[in-house]
């Protein structure tokens, strides 16, 4: 575990993640601070930085096709509010400790995503390599399972 106390930032924002949804989320400079958090009494304290984009596939198995894929319009992400957005920070600054990362930002998407729009950002920064990328895959796993957000297909 890091003696610094890494920067996160978890957020559920309504629509797609365009970068000027994203831009507002992170309040335009608070992306930056994470860099500056270490300071010159820790230089290269970031040696990693990771950016992840789950982006609206054109088609999803369709149990009403016989598990076949079928194309998608969108999808339509819900949430149970507030708890989505605590349970997320939650899980980002668990995370964050666990895997000793500078910072970690996720977003992630309310309402109808359109395909090929952004639906989800995870950014995290980290000393070496290793650690971003097992922080960025045990994110998205326990993302899927534990934080009460669902996604309900729209077909064409």
Same mark, same amino acid.
């Given at each position: 575990?890091?003696?610094?106390?890494?920067?996160?930032?978890?957020?559920?924002?309504?629509?797609?993640?365009?970068?000027?949804?994203?831009?507002?989320?992170?309040?335009?400079?608070?992306?930056?601070? #994470?860099?500056?958090?270490? $300071?010159?009494? !820790?230089? &290269?304290? @970031?040696?990693?930085? *990771?950016?992840? %984009?789950?982006?609206? /596939?054109?088609?999803?198995?369709?149990?009403?096709?016989?598990?076949?894929?079928?194309?998608?319009?969108?999808?339509?992400?819900?949430?149970?509010?507030?708890?989505?957005?605590?349970?997320?920070?939650?899980?980002?600054?668990?995370?964050?400790?666990?895997?000793?990362?500078?910072?970690?930002? #996720?977003?992630?998407?309310? $309402?109808?995503? !359109?395909? &090929?729009? @952004?639906?989800?950002? *995870?950014?995290? %920064?980290?000393?070496? /390599?290793?650690?971003?990328?097992?922080?960025?895959?045990?994110?998205?796993?326990?993302?899927?399972?534990?934080?009460?957000?669902?996604?309900?297909?729209?077909?064409?």
């Amino acid at each position: 575990m890091s003696s610094l106390h890494p920067v996160v930032i978890a957020r559920v924002v309504d629509g797609p993640l365009t970068p000027m949804v994203e831009q507002a989320a992170l309040l335009a400079e608070v992306w930056s601070r #994470a860099r500056e958090a270490a $300071g010159p009494a !820790a230089p &290269g304290v @970031v040696g990693a930085a *990771l950016r992840f %984009e789950g982006i609206v /596939r054109r088609g999803e198995p369709s149990e009403a096709h016989g598990g076949d894929e079928h194309e998608l319009l969108a999808l339509d992400y819900q949430t149970y509010d507030p708890m989505a957005e605590q349970e997320l920070r939650a899980l980002a600054r668990q995370i964050a400790e666990e895997h000793a990362l500078s910072s970690l930002v #996720a977003l992630h998407s309310r $309402g109808r995503v !359109a395909t &090929g729009e @952004v639906s989800f950002v *995870l950014m995290v %920064e980290s000393p070496h /390599r290793a650690e971003a990328i097992a922080a960025m895959s045990v994110f998205i796993d326990r993302l899927k399972q534990d934080v009460p957000i669902w996604k309900r297909p729209v077909w064409k």
